[in-house]
DNA sequence: CTTGACTCCGTACTATACTACGAGGTTTAT
DNA sequence: ATAAACCTCGTAGTATAGTACGGAGTCAAG
């Protein structure tokens, strides 16, 4: 007797600390494949379902909605379209990302200046931190990807 | 006659690209200080609330919530912390951009990945993405500031 | 001096992303 | 074989972040 090889849902979701509820909530939403089931029902998720999971989980604390996340995952699946639409789409995606890093640069840039200009240890009344990034937020970052 | 120099909130809006609710809610939060009023009642915005709207708007995109970036905002303020406790802060923050800044970089890097391997114009059916980058999400990236 | 655009306020509604609930069936350890 | 633990489903509730509404007051142009 061999056995189906896979987790159920509540070892996956303590494997990617996320609620079981969330399976099936990203289950409806496209995030996760169907997995298959067994006779009784239960699903039977892949070893590989935690990374997909630790990828939406990342690329949410990044900024990304589902929906943007979907469409990143989605890329490769895309048999509609064809290479130069994919390569076109992934290089949007790359400058979307690019703007990110820049605008965190700048953020972390001016939390650093706070940092050396806010020495001593007397009280923080005069530390600055706007006032330290004039140019931070002069460029549009939008959400979309 | 001296005329008070500033902006009212449709204006403020307009120039920041949010809803005039949208101002309330923020002045609510405590985001946006609670600007002087005109006899009528009116609020008169300096012109600095744009630049705070747009880090605002900027920080949102980058994945904070309004709780950190009120955080974030709040920094020099806090005069009860004296300078040691808010250079230790700023360092935590400057890390967690950090660690945001590499995750997008290994995104960024996946993507490069797919557009070099998704060469030709042929179907997309086997570009990968997710399996170009199996060390990304690895790390927990969570949204504490 | 009126008309239209703007502003005020409290409150209610919406979208996104979960998270919980409850009734019932399944699996597993004792 | 039975109880604890787990899973199924639809549906309902929550948190965050706005966004809309509507009645009333204000301001500026004609």
Redesign the pocket.
């Known amino acids: 007797m061999s056995k189906i090889i896979g987790m159920?849902?509540?070892?996956l979701a303590k494997a990617a600390d996320?609620?079981?509820?969330?399976l099936?909530?990203y289950e409806r939403r496209g995030l996760l494949p169907e997995p298959p089931r067994?006779?009784?029902?239960?699903?039977i998720y892949p070893e590989s379902s935690i990374d997909r999971l630790k990828f939406i989980k990342g690329a949410?604390a990044l900024g990304f909605?589902?929906?943007e996340i979907l469409d990143l995952l989605n890329m490769r699946l895309d048999t509609d379209a064809n290479r130069t639409d994919v390569r076109k789409r992934a290089r949007e995606k790359v400058n979307h990302i690019q703007e990110k890093i820049r605008a965190l640069q700048e953020m972390e840039h001016a939390l650093n200046q706070l940092i050396s200009q806010c020495h001593g240890d007397g009280s923080a009344a005069d530390c600055p931190i706007l006032e330290a990034i004039p140019s931070f937020g002069t460029k549009d970052i939008d959400n979309e990807v």
């Not at 159920?8 to 070892?11: E, I, L, M, P």
């Not at 996320?18 to 969330?22: F, L, P």
């Not at 067994?38 to 699903?43: E, I, L, P, V």
Request: proline letters at 0%.
């Open positions: 159920r849902a509540g070892q996320v609620n079981v509820e969330t099936r909530y067994q006779a009784s029902g239960y699903r949410q909605t589902l929906e």
